[in-house]
């Protein structure tokens, strides 16, 4: 079963904001395929098979542009002209209206292209090695840098269009709750471009100047505390839009409806307030930051932990209202109820269910003296495998089964095919990321081309088979998809005459309306957001920028 | 409508969630803060900046490796971390000693874990990592490059002998 069609849609799209959308698909999608293309690789060298040696003919001169691509396509590409794609869409079907400026998000769009491709260059030549945390001062070409920088602006400004078209909305519905979708949205987008103003600084500041030749030396910590400011709230920016879909999509999808508007609304202002505020917990062992400091964002990356646990309730309960709706009954037996049979759905389950082990992962990452014991193993990629690669991933192409159809007034091609590459690449990440969680816990670093270490114990190996194997399943199941996904787009079969496939919006069971006022208005979060940053970050960034010493020289990768 | 019929509702079950949430929080916070503060297992803080250009021509690090502060009691070591190795790569202790590590770059970022041990940290150009151990067990503990640092990354490690406790 596929998407269910109707033949009156609430609010469509034009045509040129379908495109537009699309556009968006055309580019997350085209990153993730090259991007995957290397995960196998890298999974099958820690297994013993390395097939980089094959693929200098084409260019790729080793596992490390390999990994680099991998990084930068998959999580930092995919995920954002994913992001800001599906975000457009829930922005104007949420405000059923149409954007207020759409040159505007048109000027953001065609600049994270040309940053895009002014990044790709230089990585696929070979002089941007430096995987996608580009740590100084291992040097990548400038162009690199200025690429990601647009393809950043790029999203901000996208960003400024919903603002815009909230700003209209509002004028014109003055005492009405934010449709939540479009609410969700604008959150995501505004922790996005508070978060994004430390790697801003980084790149802008320090990297830019420094391989332009202006400046001689950088400062390796100063750069990784502006970097790891961004780096963290980035998982939240890839996750919410999941939320978005999570709280306010996937229930209509299940015949359900949304448990708790209220405190939907309360999770996602706790993620604006909490998700930048703790980012030296990527930087425990860090030898230019206080313990003290640690300890501090250590305490408060466990609270970012209690939004997360009121999200696992409301969908659940979510879920479990709609279950319960199409006749499922008992304790756990409404699961069976939902509907496994569209792979939209089951996507996102499957999505949701790897999730609880990511964040339970999650835990011991951010578990202060914990991090002694797996910092930079191979237990890092096998959490984040589970939340970027996983609950965002598998929930980004659930979502495309219903937005491509959307967009093109195509029928889902073969959905029997999406279900089971959504099903292979689920089993896939589990004997993967478990591996990866085992095999760090026993000290193997990740980043680290396995098969010509000297230290590997046998005790390793068969870790690292799984390992292999794993990520070989993930990479069928990846591409399963993303065929269905691209032949739905541009197969010849339209859906019936004026039928349609609609956005899946939840309606929430409560009437938003009764929402209390302080969770519709943004003032006090926005200040709130912006104290604890200053709180958490302000005294240890005023000391590193005033003892900062740009010492270290340019280095090629 | 008007604003007299808001209200924050939150069912029972979810209220009880929630307070069981932050019970459970509240638990992690507490088991953290013991073991880092009451048991010392603590990560590195800020030790001291040095020049990454000139730090090699200067003691201590002119003359890396283990220095010997109370015989059989503690240690001292030494290291400087370079694309592909670490200076020095073999080190020998006692077990029962307790061993302090001060580990710094030259060139780029590396990382520096000791295996089976607590001892972690990242090792930057322009900082010095700082972290102590005191090995129970006689044997061979590799320590390894944890932070991609170039072509040669996987081979960059070295390992430290304990020997049997004087």
Not at chain 1, 209 to 222: A, E, I, T, Y
Not at chain 1, 259 to 281: E, I, K, N, Q, T
Not at chain 2, 38 to 64: C, F, H, K, Y
Not at chain 2, 154 to 164: L, S
């Amino acid at each position: 079963m596929a998407e269910t069609t109707t033949k009156t849609p609430v609010y469509a799209l034009t045509r040129e904001e379908r495109r537009f959308v699309g556009l968006h698909l055309v580019f997350a999608f085209a990153a993730l395929t090259i991007g995957s293309l290397f995960g196998p690789l890298q999974a099958l060298e820690h297994a013993g098979l390395d097939l980089y040696p094959t693929l200098e003919k084409f260019g790729i001169q080793s596992y490390y542009q390999g990994l680099t691509l991998h990084g930068v396509l998959n999580a930092l590409v995919w995920t954002t002209f994913f992001i800001t794609g599906f975000l457009t869409v829930a922005i104007i079907r949420g405000f059923q209206r149409r954007l207020a400026h759409p040159g505007l998000n048109q000027l953001g769009f065609w600049m994270m292209v040309v940053g895009l491709l002014m990044a790709a260059v230089p990585l696929l030549l070979n002089k941007a090695t430096v995987l996608f945390t580009f740590y100084p001062p291992m040097q990548a070409s400038t162009w690199f840098y200025l690429g990601l920088t647009l393809v950043v602006v790029g999203s901000w400004i996208e960003g400024w269009g919903f603002y815009a078209t909230y700003w209209q909305w509002r004028k014109d519905n003055p005492k009405t709750r934010t449709p939540f979708i479009a609410f969700a949205s604008l959150v995501t987008m505004v922790m996005w471009q508070i978060a994004t103003l430390g790697v801003a600084a980084e790149i802008l500041g320090l990297l830019l100047p420094w391989s332009m030749g202006l400046v001689d030396g950088v400062d390796p910590q100063l750069s990784r505390t502006f970097f790891w400011f961004t780096g963290h709230p980035l998982v939240y920016f890839w996750l919410l839009p999941a939320y978005v879909s999570w709280y306010g999509m996937l229930p209509k999808q299940v015949d359900g409806k949304l448990f708790s508007d209220s405190l939907a609304r309360l999770a996602f202002w706790l993620f604006l307030l909490l998700s930048v505020p703790l980012g030296f917990h990527h930087q425990f062992v860090d030898p230019g930051v206080p313990a003290g400091w640690k300890y501090v964002h250590a305490i408060l990356t466990f609270s970012v932990f209690f939004p997360s646990l009121m999200t696992f309730f409301t969908v659940i309960a979510s879920l479990e209202y709609g279950a319960r709706q199409r006749g499922g009954k008992g304790r756990f037996g409404w699961i069976r109820a939902l509907p496994w049979s569209n792979p939209s759905v089951t996507a996102q389950l499957l999505a949701g269910i790897l999730f609880v082990f990511g964040g339970i992962g999650g835990l011991a990452n951010a578990a202060y003296n914990v991090n002694l014991v797996l910092h930079n193993t191979a237990w890092v990629p096998g959490h984040f495998h589970l939340t970027v690669a996983s609950a965002v991933t598998l929930s980004f192409i659930g979502i495309s089964f219903w937005l491509v159809p959307h967009l093109t007034h195509k029928p889902l091609w073969q959905p029997k095919v999406a279900l089971a590459g959504v099903w292979t690449y689920f089993v896939g990440m589990l004997i993967f990321s478990n591996a990866m969680h085992t095999v760090g816990l026993l000290g193997a670093p990740r980043r680290t081309t396995l098969g010509l270490a000297p230290y590997v114990p046998a005790e390793w190996s068969g870790y690292l088979w799984r390992v292999g194997f794993g990520g070989s399943l993930m990479w069928i199941g990846i591409m399963a998809t993303i065929t269905v996904v691209a032949v739905t787009a541009f197969r010849k079969k339209q859906l019936p005459e004026g039928e349609f496939v609609d956005v899946p919006v939840a309606e929430s069971i409560e009437d938003p309306q009764r929402t209390p006022v302080w969770l519709d208005s943004w003032k006090p979060w926005l200040v709130g957001t912006a104290v604890l940053v200053l709180l958490a970050y302000g005294p240890q960034l005023i000391d590193q920028l005033f003892g900062m010493s740009a010492t270290s020289p340019r280095i090629a990768p | 409508m008007s604003t007299s019929t808001e209200h924050l509702h939150i069912d029972p079950t979810e209220k009880r969630w929630m307070i069981a949430s932050v019970g459970l929080l509240l638990i992690f916070f507490a088991a953290v803060t013991v073991a880092g503060f009451m048991l010392g297992i603590q990560v590195p803080t800020r030790e001291r900046r040095v020049d990454p250009n000139t730090v090699a021509e200067q003691p201590p690090w002119s003359e890396p490796g283990v220095r010997e502060i109370v015989p059989g009691e503690e240690y001292e070591v030494y290291v400087l971390a370079h694309r592909f190795s670490f200076t020095p790569n073999e080190i020998e202790v006692p077990a029962g000693a307790k061993v302090t590590f001060y580990v710094t770059s030259t060139d780029v970022q590396h990382g520096f874990k000791l295996q089976d041990t607590n001892v972690n940290f990242m090792a930057l150009p322009g900082q010095v990592s700082k972290l102590s151990t005191t090995f129970e067990k006689p044997g061979v503990y590799p320590y390894i490059c944890t932070e991609y640092c170039g072509l040669g990354h996987a081979v960059m490690a070295g390992a430290v002998t304990v020997t049997e406790a004087p």
